[in-house]
Each structure stands twice: as structure tokens, then as C-alpha cells.
């Protein structure tokens, strides 16, 4: 079963990205808080999407994280670590005290490469 949760929520972030890039609204070629508040919002979404997969991956039974901090503790404070990894990962800081191991290389690179073009696409959809 927590491999289809994984596909779910991968689909919902999928989702997401694809309807920031495909909103038509005319937008004037300066500051819009609208979109500006669209990409935080879309932010939030992927960095708790991928942290819901990390979080599943460690209940499926994968090791994801070098600490192995997803094994032991409460539901909340393995997702919170989930969400810190998902949110540090995202914003590409990288402060190393904790790393993926495994398939959760793989995801977290495609997190990290979502979270350095994102900002691009933003600008884009700003100036075009």
C-alpha cells in the first residue's frame, strides 16, 4: 500500500508544477503578489510532496536518510525530520548534518533540480 501513496503524492506534485507553468493570467511585466504568493504556495506543496515520500519510503522500509532518524521515534517527529530534509534539500542549502542514502538519492537530486529551476521558471513567467 505505501507504494501507492508514493505514486499519489508524486502525481499531486506533478500536478502542481504543471499548473504554475501553464497559468495564462496577464501578468505585467513587474512585481506580481499574486504570483508571487502562487510560488510559495508551490514551494510548500513540493517541499511537504517530498517529504511525504521520504516519510513513505522509510514506512515501506527503505533507509533514506544517513541518521536513519525515519526509523525510530513518534509519526510527527519522523515526518518533522522528513520536512526539514524535504525543506533543506529544496532550497538546495545542503548543511550536511544529515544526507539520502539509497533510492533517496535519486529523489532528492530531482528535488534539489526542481528547487534550482523553479526559481528561473518564476522569473520567466514574470518577464514573459
Known sequence: ???LEIVFVVIIV???ILIFLRSNRNIRHS???ELFIAFLIIYFILMIGF??????????GFTVLSDISLQAGSTLDRF???LYFSGVTLMTVGYGDIYPIGVAR????????VG?????????KLIK
Open 51 to 60: 517529504a511525504l515520500i521520504y516519510f513513505l519510503m522509510s514506512q515501506i
Open 1 to 3: 500500500m505505501g507504494y
Open 31 to 33: 512585481f506580481s503578489s
Open 116 to 124: 534550482y529551476l523553479l526559481p528561473a521558471a518564476f522569473l520567466y
Open 80 to 82: 518533522l525530520r522528513s
Open 106 to 113: 535519486f529523489v532528492s537530486l530531482i528535488e534539489a533540480a
Open 14 to 16: 506533478i500536478v502542481s
